[in-house]
C-alpha cells in the first residue's frame, strides 16, 4: 500500500456519529424556531397587557381615577378596539369606549377607585379588546 492512500479516509463510525451529531443539532434548532414562531398566533389574550396599560394611566398612586377613563384607553394597541368599565363597591360603575361584542378578549381585576375628594373604595376594573 502507498502512502498516499492512507490519507483522507474517515473511519465509517466516526463519520456516522458525525452525521448524526449534525442531523441532531439541524432538528433540535428547528424544534426551537418553530416554538418560538407558535408565540406569536392571534390566539393570545390581548387583554392582559392592555388593562396593564389602561390602569397604569387610570392610576395616581395606586388608586383609580375614574375621570381619567377616556384618555386612558389610548393605551389599546393599534388595529383593536377597547373598552373599560369600572366599577366601585358602592354600586357606581364608569365605562368608557365602544360597545364590545361576546368574542372579546377580557381581563378584570380588583383595584382601588376614587369615588370622591377623600373617599377610596375597592372596585373592579375590566378591560375588553377585539379587533
Do not use: C
Not at 75 to 87: E, K, L, Q, R, W
Amino acid at each position: 500500500m502507498s502512502p498516499s492512500s492512507d490519507r483522507a479516509t474517515t473511519e465509517p463510525l466516526a463519520a456516522l456519529v458525525a452525521v448524526f451529531a449534525v442531523t441532531l443539532g439541524v432538528s433540535l434548532y428547528a424544534g426551537v424556531v418553530d416554538d418560538a414562531f407558535n408565540t406569536l398566533d392571534d390566539d393570545r389574550n390581548i387583554a392582559t397587557p392592555t388593562a396593564d396599560t389602561v390602569e397604569q394611566r387610570l392610576s395616581s398612586a395606586g388608586v383609580v381615577r375614574p375621570e381619567k377613563l377616556d384618555s386612558a384607553l389610548d393605551g389599546v394597541p393599534a388595529n383593536y378596539h377597547g373598552n373599560a368599565t369600572i366599577t366601585a363597591t358602592t354600586g357606581e360603575r364608569w365605562s368608557g369606549g365602544q360597545k364590545p361584542p361576546n368574542s372579546a378578549d377580557i381581563e378584570a381585576r380588583t383595584v382601588s377607585v376614587q369615588i370622591g375628594p377623600g373617599a377610596v373604595r375597592r372596585g373592579t376594573l375590566t378591560v375588553r379588546v377585539w379587533r
